[in-house]
């Protein structure tokens, strides 16, 4: 039997002609070292074999989409929880200070109606003083002095009244 390239046809079976393929089986009963070689070929192919079982099936594109998709809506959810608290928080502040401020200025307007009653019942009296006043010095002139000086004097005296008012309205106002 002349020699042939049993080794090459051992790694390239699918190739070969059906003599070719008979050559080799025959030579394989017979050579260690060809039994070795389809052993060691065929331990090959079955790790390319596993290796394929191993890569990703179809749907992992897919899966590692929609887990990608997840991770993202809730970094989101968690975003949007952190803004509302922060809102919150600062809406709870915001109405405290605003609170308090009510607060003080419902105290402070309280103090402010009580002084303007003071206020109005002092100038009230005032009034009803004047009035008493200016009546009894009407009285008393009437008799004494002539009509044209009487409408004169009181004229004074209402402009006079006016006057004292305006002033007492100005410093009413320059102290509030
Ligand atoms: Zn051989």
Request: negative net charge; without cysteine.
């Given at each position: 039997m002349k020699q042939q390239p049993f080794d090459e046809w051992v790694l390239a079976?699918?190739?070969?002609t059906p003599e070719q393929a008979k050559a080799l089986q025959e030579h394989l009963s017979t050579c260690k070292n060809c039994q070795a070689l389809v052993e060691a070929d065929c331990a090959v192919r079955s790790l390319f074999t596993d290796a394929a079982v191993i890569s990703p099936d179809p749907g992992f594109v897919q899966r590692w989409e929609e887990r990608l998709n997840r991770s993202r809506q809730k970094a989101h959810r968690r975003q949007v929880s952190i803004v509302l608290g922060v809102s919150a928080v600062a809406a709870g502040i915001i109405l405290s200070v605003f609170s308090v401020k009510l607060l003080w200025l419902l105290a402070s307007l309280d103090d402010l109606l009580i002084d303007i009653f003071w206020e109005g019942f002092r100038m009230i009296e005032a009034v009803a003083l004047i009035g008493h006043f200016g009546t009894t010095f009407i009285d008393v002139l009437s008799g004494v002095v002539s009509p044209l000086w009487g409408v004169a004097l009181i004229s004074l005296i209402v402009g006079l009244c006016v006057l004292w008012f305006i002033s007492l309205y100005r410093i009413g106002h320059q102290n509030v």
């Open positions: 079976a699918e190739d070969l």
